[in-house]
């Protein structure tokens, strides 16, 4: 039989015969090169295809609703009540417990002079250790006896009804009985250490084992600073000396450098009574004020010194060993910048200060005019608020233009030349990554990590009045320097401080960068009016919290997104934005406001809320991530929660 009649018949030679064969009943296998059987299979290959593209489809709409309304929804996975303070007892107002994630699963708690790690998603407390050795403990019983009897010996003190004034004496979070309030400790986990910092203590563990790592230091550490990629650690040698101790993060690795010597005169703590304030003088000029070269930043700064000791009831006030050592690290502050420590150094040489209107003229009084009605109540409220404030300040402002001398000591730091620069305005210094910036008044200095001037550059606005809070107001990229003053984000070239673009906004708070090096500020509504009339009072003019993400390049904002966080947070892709809101129920004023919490995951491409954790009525604490592990502590719980992601 013929190849052709095979693949039209099959084994059979033509129609008639496979009739016959299907009558009697005989089997006649198929042709695998049969044209039927060949289109059989296709047929049913393509159904299979269709079918499985259909159940494709529906299987990632499945998983996109899953994914979109489900997955990635914060969950609580962990939740751990928090006693409230007794304040009868020797407690501070807020708990004495800390928190911290160290990284995704990992939770470390320090209370009750223990510290622990929790495996989070396991449930289970992988180890515990204490906080004080036996030594530090006899120390602090030797201190506490002190404090008592101290006690016994000073009289007590009564506020003007006649109530006695105690002072509530945290437990410090590291275990020691302390004579000031609680303060949360800086706890900083690395690959092979987690450090616990807290002003005048530091210790090192084994993130595996708990196990606690000897810190040799010579004398009694009197200061403890964390910086970047470094501790820095101010101690008292038994020989009198003083040594500045650098530590390595990344490997432990320290050196010391003595930074005094004991033949150093005493400072002098005695306070005499502080002159009464001159009023304002209002001038446009630097000729407001004046003090002689000799009134110097040398000088202790008595007025500081005297708030603080204001504050201190007998009982709880520090000896003069303490005060010195307040002095001192006022006036030798020491900053981590890389390769080497700054030690920056500032003398008053001149006093000068600008006096600037910072209230617009006050118009015709609306409470005066006599035709007061219900509709301009608020306005009238408005007017008496400002009459008050006028009376207050002046309606000026003073803007510090005095002159400075700046001098950039670099430790650790061989055959580095000092800086000495004359400055206009209240200097301050910031460390980046690859340079360190002076800035003073309406200018920045930039340096390299040698004390070589790279360049300078002049701002909009003085940033005198503006530096604030715990992040500094610059950034630095690969190669751009980022610089906020009151009212204009600047962006200098790195190479030369060239100005590339100029952003206007009003209230910068923070900047960052994420991986990409697209920038996220935090800033407000708030118009140029507000830096000029500051001493204003507008109850018609609402500011709101507003996130921008800005293009590097050009400056351009690619979206913005207004009232939905006073803050950010960046952590690998994902980007996080945080909010308390306040609201009066008009059935229930008297019992105040009510707070809502608000946890945003918001899209990084649009800033599209993808998510809201909303809590009332609760006080926050603190707020954390670990790329999509979050951590909430409140006055009377904490909560790990987590969300799936791709």
């Known amino acids: 039989m013929c190849l052709k009649c095979m693949e039209q018949f099959g084994y059979v030679c033509s ?10 009943r005989i089997y006649i296998p198929p042709y695998a090169q049969q044209k039927s059987v060949v289109e059989g299979r296709s047929n049913a290959l393509a159904k299979y295809i269709t ?4 159940a494709l489809v529906f299987l990632l709409f499945g998983f996109w609703i899953w994914y979109t309304w489900f997955a990635r929804s914060p969950k609580v996975i962990y939740s751990m009540p928090i006693p409230k303070p007794n304040l009868e007892t020797r407690k501070s107002f807020r708990p004495d417990e800390f928190y911290q994630l160290i ?3 990992q939770l470390l708690s320090i209370k009750n002079k223990q510290m622990a790690l929790l495996d989070v998603a396991g449930q289970k407390q992988l180890w515990s250790v204490p906080l004080q050795n036996e030594a530090e403990a006899n120390a602090i019983k ?3 006896a002190k404090n008592e009897e101290i006690q016994k010996r000073t009289p007590k003190v009564f506020d003007p009804d006649g109530f006695e004034i105690t002072r509530y004496k945290g437990l410090d979070p590291l275990g020691f009985e302390g004579d000031f309030a609680f303060s949360d400790p800086r706890v900083i986990a690395t690959t092979n250490d987690i450090w616990v910092i807290a002003r005048d203590r530091l210790a090192r563990f084994d993130p595996q084992t708990g196990s606690r790592k000897e810190i040799v230091i010579e004398g009694k550490i009197r200061n403890v600073t964390p910086g970047e990629g470094a501790i820095l650690v101010v101690s008292g040698k038994p020989d009198g000396h003083e040594a500045l101790t650098q530590i390595n993060l990344s490997d432990g690795a320290m050196q010391s450098e003595e930074i005094s010597s004991p033949a150093q005169p005493k400072i002098s703590m005695t306070m005499e009574k502080a002159a009464p304030a001159k009023p304002v003088a209002k001038s ?3 000729q407001a004020k004046r003090i002689k070269p000799a009134e110097s930043a040398d000088k202790l700064p008595v007025d500081k010194l005297k708030s603080a000791a204001s504050q201190a009831i007998a009982s709880d006030a520090p000896d003069e060993e303490d005060m010195s ?4 690290d006022y006036q030798r502050p020491f900053i981590a910048a890389g390769a080497n420590v700054v030690q920056f150094k500032t003398k008053l040489l001149e006093h000068k200060t600008i006096a600037h209107e910072a209230m617009k003229p006050k118009g015709k009084s609306i409470v005066d005019s006599g035709k007061l009605t219900a509709g301009q109540s608020l306005d009238a409220a408005q007017e008496m608020l400002n009459d008050m404030r006028r009376e207050q300040t002046g309606g000026v402002v003073e803007e510090d233009v005095s002159d400075y001398q700046v001098t950039l000591h670099r430790r650790f730091a061989k055959d580095i030349p000092d800086w000495t620069g004359q400055v206009a305005g209240r200097p301050e210094f910031f460390a980046l990554k690859t340079v360190d910036i002076v800035a003073a008044g309406k200018t920045i200095y930039v340096f390299d990590k040698s004390n070589k001037k790279l360049w300078e550059a002049k701002l909009t606005y003085s940033i005198a009045s503006h530096f604030s809070g715990e992040h500094p107001p610059c950034l630095e990229t690969k190669d751009a320097v980022y610089f906020a003053d009151p009212g204009i984000l600047t962006r200098f070239e790195l190479a030369n401080g060239n100005v590339s673009w100029r952003l206007n906004s009003v209230g910068i708070s923070h900047i960052q960068a994420d991986a990409r090096g697209d920038l996220y500020v935090n800033t407000t509504t708030a118009g140029p009016e507000s830096i000029q009339y500051s001493e204003q009072i507008n109850v018609h003019e609402k500011v709101h919290s507003l996130i921008l993400k800005v293009a590097p390049a050009t400056g351009k904002v690619i979206w913005r997104q207004e009232s939905i966080g006073d803050a950010c947070l960046l952590s690998g892709k994902f980007l996080y934005a945080t909010k308390v809101s306040m609201a009066y ?3 229930r004023f008297e019992e105040g406001p009510d707070t809502v919490f608000n946890l945003r995951l918001l899209n990084p491409s649009s800033g599209g809320e993808i998510w809201n954790y909303r809590k009332g009525n609760r006080h926050i604490i603190k707020t954390e991530v670990q790329k999509n592990w979050i951590l909430l502590q409140f006055d009377d719980e904490v909560m790990v929660l987590k969300f799936f992601s791709l």
């Not at 015969?17 to 009697?24: I, L, S, V």
């Not at 079918?51 to 259909?54: E, K, N, P, S, T």
């Open 15 to 24: 129609v008639y015969c496979r009739q016959q064969a299907t009558q009697k």
């Open 51 to 54: 079918y499985g593209a259909v």
């Open 103 to 105: 990284g995704p699963n």
């Open 142 to 144: 030797a201190a506490r």
């Open 284 to 286: 446009g000029t630097a």
């Open 325 to 328: 050592n307040m002095f001192e």
């Open 585 to 587: 129920a008009a059935l």
